[in-house]
Protein backbone atom coordinates (compact mmCIF):
# COMPACT_ATOMS: atom_id res chain seq x y z
CA UNK A 1 0.00 0.00 0.00
CA UNK A 2 1.16 3.04 -0.90
CA UNK A 3 -0.01 6.81 0.51
CA UNK A 4 1.25 10.00 -0.95
CA UNK A 5 0.39 13.18 0.95
CA UNK A 6 1.12 16.95 0.99
CA UNK A 7 2.16 17.97 4.39
CA UNK A 8 -0.59 20.55 6.53
CA UNK A 9 0.78 22.96 9.22
CA UNK A 10 -0.52 21.83 12.62
CA UNK A 11 -0.88 23.80 15.41
CA UNK A 12 -2.12 22.01 17.70
CA UNK A 13 0.49 20.09 20.00
CA UNK A 14 1.57 16.90 19.15
CA UNK A 15 2.08 13.70 20.86
CA UNK A 16 4.93 12.28 21.98
CA UNK A 17 8.69 13.95 21.85
CA UNK A 18 9.78 16.10 19.81
CA UNK A 19 13.54 17.51 18.62
CA UNK A 20 14.83 20.06 21.12
CA UNK A 21 18.20 21.08 19.05
CA UNK A 22 17.78 22.15 15.91
CA UNK A 23 21.59 22.48 14.48
CA UNK A 24 20.28 21.65 10.81
CA UNK A 25 17.54 24.01 10.91
CA UNK A 26 17.85 25.99 7.28
CA UNK A 27 14.15 27.36 7.53
CA UNK A 28 11.24 25.96 6.28
CA UNK A 29 10.49 23.31 3.76
CA UNK A 30 7.66 21.35 2.36
CA UNK A 31 7.54 17.81 1.45
CA UNK A 32 5.75 14.57 1.89
CA UNK A 33 5.37 11.34 2.96
CA UNK A 34 5.06 8.00 1.34
CA UNK A 35 5.15 4.83 3.38
CA UNK A 36 4.83 1.25 2.44
CA UNK A 37 3.84 -1.32 4.74
CA UNK A 38 5.29 -5.13 3.95
CA UNK A 39 5.87 -7.59 5.95
CA UNK A 40 5.62 -6.79 9.91
CA UNK A 41 7.85 -3.87 9.29
CA UNK A 42 7.41 -0.34 7.86
CA UNK A 43 9.14 1.38 5.30
CA UNK A 44 8.92 4.88 5.42
CA UNK A 45 10.04 7.72 3.21
CA UNK A 46 9.79 11.36 4.79
CA UNK A 47 11.12 14.37 3.37
CA UNK A 48 10.90 17.92 5.54
CA UNK A 49 7.75 19.20 7.09
CA UNK A 50 6.76 22.78 7.49
CA UNK A 51 9.05 23.19 10.59
CA UNK A 52 11.88 21.63 12.46
CA UNK A 53 9.72 20.29 15.83
CA UNK A 54 6.16 19.51 13.62
CA UNK A 55 5.89 15.99 13.41
CA UNK A 56 5.01 15.00 9.63
CA UNK A 57 1.46 13.39 9.72
CA UNK A 58 -0.06 10.65 6.80
CA UNK A 59 -3.49 10.66 6.74
CA UNK A 60 -5.03 7.62 5.51
CA UNK A 61 -8.47 6.55 4.52
CA UNK A 62 -9.31 5.23 8.31
CA UNK A 63 -8.54 8.46 9.50
CA UNK A 64 -5.73 7.29 11.15
CA UNK A 65 -2.32 8.64 11.30
CA UNK A 66 1.37 8.06 10.81
CA UNK A 67 4.81 10.15 11.41
CA UNK A 68 8.07 10.43 12.58
CA UNK A 69 8.53 12.46 15.68
CA UNK A 70 11.94 14.05 14.68
CA UNK A 71 10.97 15.80 11.32
CA UNK A 72 14.83 16.90 11.10
CA UNK A 73 15.31 13.39 10.25
CA UNK A 74 17.15 13.21 7.14
CA UNK A 75 19.75 13.96 4.60
CA UNK A 76 22.03 17.11 4.54
CA UNK A 77 24.76 18.73 2.71
CA UNK A 78 28.04 19.59 3.16
CA UNK A 79 26.75 23.40 4.07
CA UNK A 80 23.74 21.69 5.92
CA UNK A 81 21.40 22.49 3.35
CA UNK A 82 18.56 19.51 3.36
CA UNK A 83 19.38 17.02 0.70
CA UNK A 84 17.14 14.31 0.31
CA UNK A 85 14.30 12.74 2.23
CA UNK A 86 14.79 9.84 5.03
CA UNK A 87 13.53 5.92 3.78
CA UNK A 88 13.58 3.49 6.37
CA UNK A 89 12.84 0.55 7.05
CA UNK A 90 11.42 -0.36 11.21
CA UNK A 91 10.20 -3.40 12.61
CA UNK A 92 7.76 -3.30 15.57
CA UNK A 93 8.96 -5.34 18.84
CA UNK A 94 6.26 -5.91 21.37
CA UNK A 95 8.52 -6.54 24.89
CA UNK A 96 6.77 -7.07 27.39
CA UNK A 97 3.52 -4.99 27.08
CA UNK A 98 5.94 -2.01 25.91
CA UNK A 99 6.00 -2.07 22.26
CA UNK A 100 8.57 0.21 20.26
CA UNK A 101 10.47 0.27 17.07
CA UNK A 102 13.94 -1.19 15.89
CA UNK A 103 15.25 0.58 13.14
CA UNK A 104 16.52 -2.27 10.13
CA UNK A 105 17.44 -0.60 7.14
CA UNK A 106 18.44 2.61 5.93
CA UNK A 107 18.82 3.96 2.42
CA UNK A 108 20.77 7.52 0.79
CA UNK A 109 20.67 8.15 -2.99
CA UNK A 110 22.47 11.16 -3.31
CA UNK A 111 26.18 11.60 -3.29
CA UNK A 112 25.52 15.12 -2.02
CA UNK A 113 24.14 14.01 1.21
CA UNK A 114 26.52 14.60 3.60
CA UNK A 115 25.25 14.16 6.82
CA UNK A 116 22.09 11.79 8.42
CA UNK A 117 20.00 12.76 11.59
CA UNK A 118 18.14 9.37 13.00
CA UNK A 119 14.85 9.30 13.62
CA UNK A 120 13.73 9.18 17.11
CA UNK A 121 10.25 7.70 16.95
CA UNK A 122 7.23 6.66 14.77
CA UNK A 123 3.36 6.17 15.68
CA UNK A 124 2.19 3.92 12.70
CA UNK A 125 -1.67 3.67 11.59
CA UNK A 126 -2.46 0.76 14.65
CA UNK A 127 -0.25 2.49 17.43
CA UNK A 128 -2.46 4.37 19.99
CA UNK A 129 0.61 6.14 20.73
CA UNK A 130 4.01 7.25 19.55
CA UNK A 131 6.47 4.92 19.69
CA UNK A 132 9.85 5.39 20.33
CA UNK A 133 12.74 3.90 17.74
CA UNK A 134 15.19 2.42 20.80
CA UNK A 135 17.55 0.07 18.85
CA UNK A 136 19.21 0.29 15.66
CA UNK A 137 19.09 -3.69 14.49
CA UNK A 138 22.48 -5.90 13.79
CA UNK A 139 23.27 -6.55 10.76
CA UNK A 140 24.49 -9.88 9.43
CA UNK A 141 25.62 -8.78 6.19
CA UNK A 142 27.77 -5.67 4.98
CA UNK A 143 26.01 -2.11 6.74
CA UNK A 144 22.50 -0.69 7.54
CA UNK A 145 22.11 1.19 4.26
CA UNK A 146 20.84 -0.65 1.10
CA UNK A 147 20.68 0.40 -2.37
CA UNK A 148 23.94 0.55 -2.76
CA UNK A 149 26.92 2.61 -2.39
CA UNK A 150 26.19 6.11 -2.15
CA UNK A 151 26.27 6.07 1.96
CA UNK A 152 30.30 6.41 1.28
CA UNK A 153 29.77 10.17 0.77
CA UNK A 154 28.45 10.09 4.50
CA UNK A 155 30.78 12.40 6.19
CA UNK A 156 28.76 12.40 9.81
CA UNK A 157 25.66 10.57 11.64
CA UNK A 158 23.81 12.31 14.49
CA UNK A 159 21.30 11.07 16.93
CA UNK A 160 19.35 13.51 18.70
CA UNK A 161 17.46 11.03 21.25
CA UNK A 162 18.68 7.92 22.78
CA UNK A 163 19.01 4.57 21.34
CA UNK A 164 19.46 1.78 23.90
CA UNK A 165 21.76 -0.35 21.07
CA UNK A 166 23.72 0.55 18.19
CA UNK A 167 23.50 -3.01 16.65
CA UNK A 168 26.28 -4.96 14.91
CA UNK A 169 27.94 -3.81 11.59
CA UNK A 170 25.33 -0.68 11.22
CA UNK A 171 27.51 1.74 10.42
CA UNK A 172 30.63 -0.08 9.20
CA UNK A 173 32.82 0.91 5.92
CA UNK A 174 31.98 3.61 5.89
CA UNK A 175 34.73 5.65 3.42
CA UNK A 176 34.04 8.87 4.70
CA UNK A 177 32.95 8.97 7.99
CA UNK A 178 34.43 11.31 10.06
CA UNK A 179 31.98 12.39 13.05
CA UNK A 180 28.92 10.22 15.07
CA UNK A 181 27.06 11.46 18.22
CA UNK A 182 24.34 10.19 20.01
CA UNK A 183 22.25 11.70 22.74
CA UNK A 184 22.16 11.26 26.39
CA UNK A 185 18.98 10.07 27.69
CA UNK A 186 17.19 11.82 30.06
CA UNK A 187 16.28 9.09 31.93
CA UNK A 188 19.60 7.62 34.03
CA UNK A 189 18.27 4.18 33.96
CA UNK A 190 18.87 3.76 30.16
CA UNK A 191 21.85 1.98 28.90
CA UNK A 192 23.55 1.83 25.26
CA UNK A 193 24.92 -1.37 23.77
CA UNK A 194 27.59 -0.91 21.06
CA UNK A 195 27.79 -4.13 18.68
CA UNK A 196 30.25 -6.26 17.16
CA UNK A 197 32.19 -4.18 14.40
CA UNK A 198 29.63 -1.18 14.91
CA UNK A 199 31.98 1.33 13.35
CA UNK A 200 34.59 -0.41 12.07
CA UNK A 201 36.33 0.31 8.79
CA UNK A 202 35.69 3.58 8.57
CA UNK A 203 39.09 4.97 7.90
CA UNK A 204 38.51 8.75 8.63
CA UNK A 205 36.03 8.55 11.56
CA UNK A 206 37.93 10.84 14.52
CA UNK A 207 34.94 12.59 16.08
CA UNK A 208 33.38 9.91 18.20
CA UNK A 209 30.53 10.94 21.38
CA UNK A 210 28.90 8.07 22.93
CA UNK A 211 26.40 9.07 25.91
CA UNK A 212 27.08 8.38 29.72
CA UNK A 213 24.52 5.00 28.79
CA UNK A 214 27.13 3.43 27.35
CA UNK A 215 27.33 -0.07 28.65
CA UNK A 216 28.74 -2.32 26.29
CA UNK A 217 31.19 -2.56 23.46
CA UNK A 218 30.92 -5.59 21.68
CA UNK A 219 34.39 -6.69 20.02
CA UNK A 220 35.83 -4.70 16.53
CA UNK A 221 33.48 -2.12 17.84
CA UNK A 222 36.08 0.18 15.88
CA UNK A 223 38.35 -1.84 14.53
CA UNK A 224 40.99 -0.43 11.72
CA UNK A 225 39.78 3.45 12.30
CA UNK A 226 43.00 4.17 11.03
CA UNK A 227 41.75 8.32 11.73
CA UNK A 228 40.85 7.82 15.26
CA UNK A 229 43.58 9.79 17.77
CA UNK A 230 41.62 10.16 20.91
CA UNK A 231 38.46 8.95 22.56
CA UNK A 232 36.71 10.13 26.32
CA UNK A 233 34.82 7.50 27.93
CA UNK A 234 34.87 9.28 31.29
CA UNK A 235 31.56 9.05 33.67
CA UNK A 236 30.28 6.26 31.15
CA UNK A 237 28.34 3.29 32.32
CA UNK A 238 31.20 1.25 30.50
CA UNK A 239 31.87 -2.10 32.09
CA UNK A 240 32.67 -4.17 28.92
CA UNK A 241 35.17 -3.32 26.32
CA UNK A 242 35.26 -6.55 23.79
CA UNK A 243 35.37 -9.95 23.98
CA UNK A 244 37.76 -12.69 25.15
CA UNK A 245 37.89 -13.41 21.25
CA UNK A 246 37.02 -11.76 17.78
CA UNK A 247 38.97 -8.53 16.68
CA UNK A 248 39.91 -6.29 19.62
CA UNK A 249 37.68 -3.05 20.16
CA UNK A 250 40.46 -0.45 19.09
CA UNK A 251 42.82 -3.04 16.88
CA UNK A 252 44.77 -1.15 14.03
CA UNK A 253 43.69 2.19 15.44
CA UNK A 254 46.98 3.37 14.58
CA UNK A 255 46.76 7.11 15.09
CA UNK A 256 44.59 6.34 18.87
CA UNK A 257 46.99 8.01 21.20
CA UNK A 258 45.25 8.34 24.54
CA UNK A 259 41.53 7.22 25.85
CA UNK A 260 39.76 7.94 29.09
CA UNK A 261 38.19 4.92 30.45
CA UNK A 262 35.54 5.41 33.54
CA UNK A 263 36.05 3.08 37.25
CA UNK A 264 32.99 1.39 36.06
CA UNK A 265 35.13 -0.61 33.33
CA UNK A 266 35.62 -4.53 34.59
CA UNK A 267 36.44 -6.11 31.73
CA UNK A 268 38.54 -5.16 28.46
CA UNK A 269 38.89 -7.84 26.09
CA UNK A 270 41.30 -9.70 24.10
CA UNK A 271 43.15 -7.73 21.73
CA UNK A 272 41.86 -4.56 22.55
CA UNK A 273 44.61 -2.28 21.52
CA UNK A 274 46.51 -4.29 19.01
CA UNK A 275 48.70 -3.11 16.77
CA UNK A 276 47.63 1.01 18.14
CA UNK A 277 51.44 2.18 17.80
CA UNK A 278 50.68 5.64 18.95
CA UNK A 279 48.63 4.62 22.03
CA UNK A 280 50.93 6.41 25.07
CA UNK A 281 48.15 7.30 27.61
CA UNK A 282 45.37 5.46 29.05
CA UNK A 283 43.38 8.50 31.40
CA UNK A 284 41.75 5.65 34.25
CA UNK A 285 38.94 7.47 36.35
CA UNK A 286 39.33 4.70 39.06
CA UNK A 287 42.77 4.38 41.46
CA UNK A 288 45.63 1.86 40.46
CA UNK A 289 43.87 -0.89 42.86
CA UNK A 290 40.73 -0.93 40.68
CA UNK A 291 42.89 -0.61 37.26
CA UNK A 292 44.68 -3.88 38.54
CA UNK A 293 41.36 -5.61 39.57
CA UNK A 294 40.19 -5.71 35.83
CA UNK A 295 39.88 -8.85 34.10
CA UNK A 296 41.86 -8.84 30.72
CA UNK A 297 41.61 -11.00 27.72
CA UNK A 298 44.86 -12.46 25.92
CA UNK A 299 47.08 -9.60 24.12
CA UNK A 300 44.73 -6.93 25.36
CA UNK A 301 47.58 -4.23 25.38
CA UNK A 302 49.36 -2.80 22.59
CA UNK A 303 53.02 -3.74 20.81
CA UNK A 304 54.00 -0.85 22.46
CA UNK A 305 54.46 0.60 26.27
CA UNK A 306 52.06 3.13 27.30
CA UNK A 307 51.01 4.71 30.55
CA UNK A 308 47.98 4.32 32.42
CA UNK A 309 46.92 7.14 34.89
CA UNK A 310 44.99 6.44 37.97
CA UNK A 311 43.23 8.60 40.11
CA UNK A 312 46.53 7.95 42.55
CA UNK A 313 49.00 7.02 40.30
CA UNK A 314 50.28 5.65 37.53
CA UNK A 315 50.72 2.24 35.96
CA UNK A 316 53.54 1.55 32.95
CA UNK A 317 52.39 -1.16 30.50
CA UNK A 318 54.90 -2.87 28.40
Known amino acids: MILTVENEEKKEETPGVASEKK?????????????SCFGG???????????????????TSSGKVSYWLNTASGYYTEDGNYSESLKASIKKIDSDGNPYYSLTSLSVTKDTSKTLVLPNGYKGEDDTSALKIKEIASITEGNIFVDGGTESSLSSIYAEYYYTLIGDNVFSGLDSLSKVSFAVPSDASLTLKVGTMAFANDPKLEDVFLPKSLLELGSGAFY??????????????????????????????????????????????????????????INYEGEASAWNNITFGDDWSSSSSFTVHCSDADIIVN
Open 224 to 281: NDSSLKEIDFSKRKLTTIGASDGNGVFENCTSLESITLPVAVSYIGANCFKNCSSLST
Open 23 to 35: PLDKGTKKGIIIA
Open 41 to 59: GVLVLISLCLGFGIPALLH
